[in-house]
C-alpha cells in the first residue's frame, strides 16, 4: 500500500455530499420556478416542498455517522492500521453511503434501511479493527 489508500473512501463521500448540495440547489430552483414556494421560504425551512426536503435531509445524514467514519480513517491512518481490511471496509461504508442517499431521495425505505445497516456494519468494524490492532500492537 503506498499511504493515501485510507483517504480515498473520504474523498469519495466528500463528493456525495458535494453532489447532493447540486442536486439541492437544482431542486429548489425548479419549486420556485413551479410558483410553490418563495425563495425567502428556504431560510428557516419550514414549509420546504418534498423534491427539496428530501435531498435536505439526505445532505443532514451524511453529517451524522460519517463524523465517526472521518476520526476512525484518521485514527487507522495514524496507527498504521490502514491495510486492505481497513480500506475495504471503508469504501463498503462509502457505498453504503451513496446507496442510502439514493435509496432517501428515491424513497425506497427497505433498501434504504439496509443500505444504512450495511454502513453502520461496516463502520462497527472498522472501530474494532482499530481497538484489535491498538490492543495488539
Not at 447532493?20 to 416542498?49: M, Q, T
Not at 445524514?61 to 471503508?90: G, K, R
Request: include cysteine.
Amino acid at each position: 500500500m503506498t499511504g493515501f489508500e485510507m483517504f480515498w473512501p473520504i474523498v469519495a463521500h466528500a463528493f456525495l455530499v458535494f453532489c447532493l448540495y447540486a442536486l439541492l440547489v437544482v431542486r429548489r430552483a425548479a419549486v420556485v420556478r413551479s410558483g410553490k414556494v418563495e425563495r425567502i421560504d428556504f431560510r428557516e425551512n419550514l414549509a420546504e416542498p418534498e423534491e427539496s426536503r428530501v435531498v435536505n435531509r439526505a445532505i443532514a445524514n451524511q453529517f451524522e455517522l460519517p463524523v465517526i467514519f472521518y476520526a476512525v480513517s484518521v485514527l487507522l491512518f495514524m496507527t498504521e492500521a490502514d491495510n486492505i481490511v481497513a480500506v475495504t471496509l471503508a469504501w463498503i461504508f462509502v457505498a453504503a453511503r451513496y446507496l442510502q442517499a439514493y435509496m432517501h431521495i428515491s424513497g425506497n425505505l427497505p433498501l434504504r434501511r439496509l443500505s444504512f445497516m450495511a454502513g453502520f456494519v461496516s463502520l462497527f468494524l472498522m472501530w474494532l479493527w482499530l481497538v484489535a490492532w491498538m490492543a495488539t500492537g
